[in-house]
């Protein structure tokens, strides 16, 4: 007998509570699965085994309970979370996809996901003709670098000779808006958490970059963009934001991709300067990737594959070891403990 293990959603969370924790909020079911007696059918045509699987923050806004409306419902108790994963075919009933065949698919965080009928239009096989590593479509070509791409150009709009500032820079998406707003010829300047993460920015090619548990982003962003910020890849929100506020230029654009500060803060911050976004009309624009890509998907698996492949586009990965380390894979994301896309190796290739 083999097993089907799954990452389960306990208990909902909202911000106000703080972290997750482990056992109390999410957590490992262990669950026996017969491998071998398992069958496809018309209900659902394939089964999938789950190889490499992200880590995101946005799991923890799906952890809060269901009164809190966001752009993804809230998980089911009991549920396990799903989230997008590269998987193998082990069984089709469907010619399109045979097995041994590699896809990506909003499996569970579990060993084995059979998917229905009504999501395999969601299956997404994969086309490699670079011959990229497999964990490439869950990492470099993943969610968080299409954010990345689409927020940039077509949320900020960037123009050669800018000033941008992007905060969880060494992260998951703030290391791919860096290197492509500096291909873009735009000033680029970063902020993480780690003096580490600061000597790998200079390394990804950012202009200027600072630690702000070192420096207060008061002081770091009119010594680091003298000219002013004219956009602003907001991830983490909060008093950094509010920094940003003071030090934009007339007309500049606020790409509002994230607000990590804000998912686990019993103190919600409350903006003192938002008088700014008036005085200098400036623009703040949210955007989900999940409603945006579908429209730039020709031109992203056109461009950034190659530059992936000619080593143009450099990636950092924090790969955490087995289905049982999740959990705490997602809460260093939450604490900042990643460096680098946070992605977990569920099996073997
Ligand atoms: N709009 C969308 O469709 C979309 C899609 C994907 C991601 N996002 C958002 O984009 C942001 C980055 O996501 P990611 O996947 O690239 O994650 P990530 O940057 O790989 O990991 C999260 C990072 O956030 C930083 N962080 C954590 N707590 C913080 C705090 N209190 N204050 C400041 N920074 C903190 C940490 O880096 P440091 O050590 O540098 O603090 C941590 O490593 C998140 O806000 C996420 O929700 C939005």
Not at 163 to 178: E, F, N
Not at 216 to 221: E, G, I, K, Q, W
Not at 306 to 315: F, H, M, Q, R
Request: include cysteine.
């Amino acid at each position: 007998m083999s097993s089907n293990n799954g990452i389960i959603l306990r208990k909902h969370i909202d911000p106000v509570e703080g972290y997750p924790k482990v056992g109390e909020h999410f957590g490992l079911e262990e669950r026996p699965f017969n491998l071998e007696a398992a069958k496809v059918d018309e209900e659902h045509p394939l089964l999938l085994r789950n190889i490499y699987t992200s880590i995101d923050p946005y799991i923890r806004i799906r952890m809060q309970s269901p009164q809190r409306k966001s752009y993804l419902p809230s998980l089911d108790l009991g549920q396990v979370i799903p989230n997008l994963t590269l998987a193998e075919v082990v069984k089709s009933a469907v010619p399109e996809y045979k097995t041994g065949s590699h896809v990506v698919f909003m499996s569970g965080w579990e060993e084995y996901t059979f998917v229905p009928k009504d999501a395999m239009k969601m299956v997404q096989p994969i086309s490699n003709p670079y011959n990229l590593p497999l964990m490439t479509f869950v990492g470099a070509l993943g969610m968080p670098s299409q954010t990345a791409y689409v927020g940039l150009k077509h949320v900020g709009k960037p123009k050669a000779g800018e000033t941008i500032y992007i905060s969880a820079a060494s992260g998951a998406v703030g290391q791919v808006a860096g290197q492509l707003a500096k291909s873009m010829g735009l000033y680029v300047v970063g902020s993480a958490g780690s003096d580490e993460k600061i000597a790998h920015l200079k390394e990804l090619g950012y202009d200027a970059a600072f630690n702000y548990k070192n420096e207060s982003v008061h002081d770091a962003l009119p010594r680091l963009c003298p000219k002013g910020i004219d956009i602003y890849f907001e991830n983490v929100g909060g008093e950094t934001l509010d920094a940003v506020l003071m030090n934009a230029n007339f007309h500049a654009r606020i790409i509002f991709c994230g607000a990590i500060s804000q998912y686990n803060n019993p103190n919600p911050y409350g903006l003192k300067n938002y008088a700014q976004i008036l005085t200098k009309s400036l623009t703040i624009e949210g955007f989900i990737v999940m409603n945006l890509i579908p429209l730039y998907q020709e031109e992203y698996f056109r461009e950034m594959p190659k530059l992936i492949a000619e080593g143009k586009l450099k990636y950092k990965y924090d790969v955490y070891k087995g289905l049982g380390s999740i959990p705490e894979g997602l809460i260093g994301v939450l604490q900042g403990k990643n460096f680098g896309k946070a992605l977990a190796k569920i099996a073997d290739e």
